[in-house]
């Protein structure tokens, strides 16, 4: 057989290299703002998994004999599940820290039973007790203390504290303020107080946080028969508060203020998703958005389409502008020589663990917005930035499998069908003997034979923070997936640096984000309408000849037909894509009503492609399906989009009810493509797949500017 040109992978080595590299991202940040005055003394570990549960108040004790009753009806129920509706029944407040806690199944049955009397048998196996706050609003779940901690009952203090508002120091009420491990806390009264007793004495992190507030994080020392005091000013959070939306070169407006819709997917929407191509993470989530799937392959591409799109011709190009931070990008899907072969649309680059929201337009208010280039509407993406705080460490890994669920209904009773040899196992109806009458004769599930189950791995890893006059947010991802087709593969690995800079009027912001993706195409054209012609009495895994050549789907092996199996084994097709998107802006404010913006963007990338047919072998009765002998192409794109704008925004209140905005700039858009194959074919010495070999060379360029 020839050499070919393929990719080594080893999926579990690619994702030990990526948590080696995040190491290093880890140890980067933390030094960078060691030497700050401003800088935190420590550091804050969020895990996406932790869970605080709030609900209403409550206004009972467990020794009030008017407690209220309740009745129950559950059957192999979470334990969790459980707690949360009698919390709904009763209307009440509950503190749960579900990292720290069992939560077993659980079955019950009662009615018009006091709460704490069902509460006690649901708890009785658990390693859990139930207490009030005291200010009897709130239910505390935590865990049992064992004889060795009743020993050290001695070694505890006390946390109290007040938790106000940063602007206005009003006191907060119904403020959860929690023990991170320990899973005990209490709720603020109407003065914004609460106590944490019997505390075991040691350093700890509390969890404080409270709706439309930025939650905190502070660190601890309880001292043994102390009380530790605390004074607590939570700022109000204006992401969840005030509903802004980045429109065109990156300007905030308030969503009221907007004179079009416009509809966002948020990062938890794209999460839930869980592809490695954001444009199938907006299936279903945005009305008159389509997303057609290219295929099944991996890393194959996808095209979005935005109800109003400009023309009905399928060959037109109706996909809707891509902006990323305010500069746009790339999303083509190129094949090669016309021939499609499941290539990947360049979107798929962007790690949707780096984005932070995305807003779609529809074609009249992004063509107002971006011009002509967003005629069919645009795709609006914002990243996630670094926040003022402790460092911030988030990492997310997830492994999936496919498997074939739909294969064609065939019938394997009188023969095979098409088989171009002679009845009743032929080509032409015969409905004589059945298989089970022709003993020479098998039926084989080609389908599910062929294919294989495919694997997917991702593993990111993303550290931020900053202080009050610069934040920072740094990414790794890789993302490594088999596709159920042999031979087919594709992976991408991402490394993404933002920044902000503040230094009284003036704002600096610059963002890299460096990607390498690309695997192994499916090798041949319709592979599966290849093989729903084949002789379901042939065997397509049997691809091969002792002799090295393909094997057919006719009785003697040796046919008409072109095996696929055989050509995903032999034939090669692999693309290695090296992309750069940057952007750097600074911002200057005058006056509070007048301000410069400077926005310069790059987004360029090289794809190289080498696609491998084998020619025959030049042996005897060999079933020879390309009389040219075989071929080798390679391709190479080179592709640069180019993006500069600068302008001069006036914001100002003219009365109360009226107001005056006026932007006033220049935009500078340049693009230019650069493709370049290489074809040649007819090998002269079978197995040996170069150009050197080949007897006719064809060469094409093409550039656009």
């Not at 601890?220 to 802004?244: C, K, P, Q």
Request: charged letters at 20%.
């Amino acid at each position: 057989m020839m050499s070919n040109v393929t990719k080594t992978k080893s999926l579990w080595l690619r994702s030990w290299i990526c948590l080696a590299v995040s190491g290093f991202l880890f140890a980067l940040p933390t030094a960078l703002l060691a030497g700050s005055a401003n800088a935190p003394n420590s550091m804050a570990i969020s895990y996406q998994d932790s869970q605080l549960a709030q609900i209403s108040a409550l206004y009972i004790t467990e020794k009030d004999s008017k407690q209220p009753k309740v009745s129950l009806e559950v059957e192999n129920m979470p334990l969790i599940n459980v707690l949360h509706r009698l919390a709904d029944e009763l209307n009440v407040d509950i503190s749960i820290d579900t990292q720290s806690i069992e939560n077993p199944s659980v079955t019950y049955s009662g009615s018009d039973e006091y709460v704490f009397d069902v509460l006690a048998k649901l708890l009785e196996e658990t390693n859990l007790e139930v207490k009030m706050s005291e200010n009897n609003k709130t239910m505390i779940f935590s865990r049992s203390e064992t004889p060795d901690a009743v020993n050290e009952a001695a070694m505890q203090g006390t946390i109290t504290g007040r938790v106000t508002d940063s602007e206005t120091s009003e006191p907060l009420v119904g403020v959860t303020v929690l023990v991170r491990g320990l899973g005990i806390g209490d709720a603020t009264d109407l003065d914004g107080l609460f106590t944490i007793a019997d505390v075991p004495a040691g350093d700890y992190q509390l969890e404080i946080s409270f709706i439309g507030y930025i939650s905190q994080r502070p660190s601890i020392t309880v001292a043994e028969g102390e009380t530790t005091e605390l004074n607590i000013e939570l700022a109000v959070s204006t992401r969840e508060l005030d509903e802004v939306v980045v429109t065109a070169f990156g300007i905030e407006r308030e969503r009221r203020a907007l004179g079009y819709a416009i509809q966002d997917v948020s990062a938890e929407d794209i999460g839930r998703a869980g592809s490695n191509n954001l444009l199938n993470s907006l299936q279903g989530q945005v009305s008159g958005v389509q997303i057609n799937r290219g295929g099944g392959g991996a890393g194959q591409g996808s095209q979005i389409f935005i109800r109003g799109f400009t023309s009905l011709d399928p060959s037109a190009n109706n996909q809707p502008l891509f902006i990323v931070d305010g500069v746009p990008i790339d999303n083509s899907t190129t094949e090669s020589a016309g021939r499609v072969r499941g290539m990947s649309n360049r979107a798929i680059d962007i790690n949707p663990e780096d984005i932070e929201s995305i807003s779609v337009l529809k074609s009249a208010p992004a063509t107002a917005l971006y011009g002509v280039r967003a005629a069919n509407g645009a795709v609006i993406i914002t990243t996630k930035r670094g926040q003022p705080g402790d460092v911030r460490i988030d990492f997310s890994s997830s492994i999936s499998r496919e498997d074939i669920i739909n294969t064609p209904d065939y019938q394997d009773v009188y023969g095979p069908g098409f088989g171009f040899s002679s009845a009743p196992d032929g080509f032409w109806p015969s409905w004589g003997a059945p298989f089970s009458e022709t003993p020479d004769l098998q039926y084989f599930n080609n389908w599910v034979n062929s294919m294989r189950t495919g694997v997917g791995i991702n593993n990111s890893v993303s550290i931020s923070g900053g202080t009050e006059t610069a934040t920072f947010y740094t990414s790794i991802s890789n993302s490594q997936n088999e596709g159920v087709i042999p031979n087919n593969d594709w992976d991408r690995t991402s490394i993404r640096v933002s920044g902000e800079l503040f230094q009284g009027p003036l704002t600096v912001a610059a963002s890299a984000n460096y990607i390498n993706s690309g695997g192994s195409r499916v090798p041949f054209v319709n592979f599966m309408e290849r093989l729903s012609y084949w002789n379901t009495s042939a065997d397509v895994t049997d691809w091969r000849h002792d002799d090295g050549t393909m094997r057919s789907d006719s009785r003697d092996g040796r046919g008409t037909g072109r095996n696929p199996v055989y050509d995903a084994n032999t034939n090669t097709y692999v693309d290695d894509v090296n992309r750069i998107i940057g952007n750097l802006r600074a911002s200057y404010q005058f006056t509070d009503w007048l301000s410069l913006d400077y926005l310069v963007g790059i987004d360029t990338y090289s794809d190289e492609r080498t696609e491998i047919e084998p020619g025959p072998l030049g042996l005897e009765n060999e079933f020879v399906w390309n009389s040219a002998g075989g071929f080798r192409e390679e391709t190479r794109i080179n592709s640069r989009d180019l993006t500069s704008n600068i302008a001069l925004n006036l914001n100002r209140d003219l009365t109360q009810d009226f107001g005056l905005s006026v932007r006033v700039g220049n935009d500078v858009f340049d693009r230019s493509t650069d493709f370049v194959r290489a074809r040649g074919t007819g090998f002269v010495v079978p197995d040996f797949s170069h150009f050197s070999n080949a007897t006719s060379l064809d060469i094409a360029q093409r550039m656009t500017q």
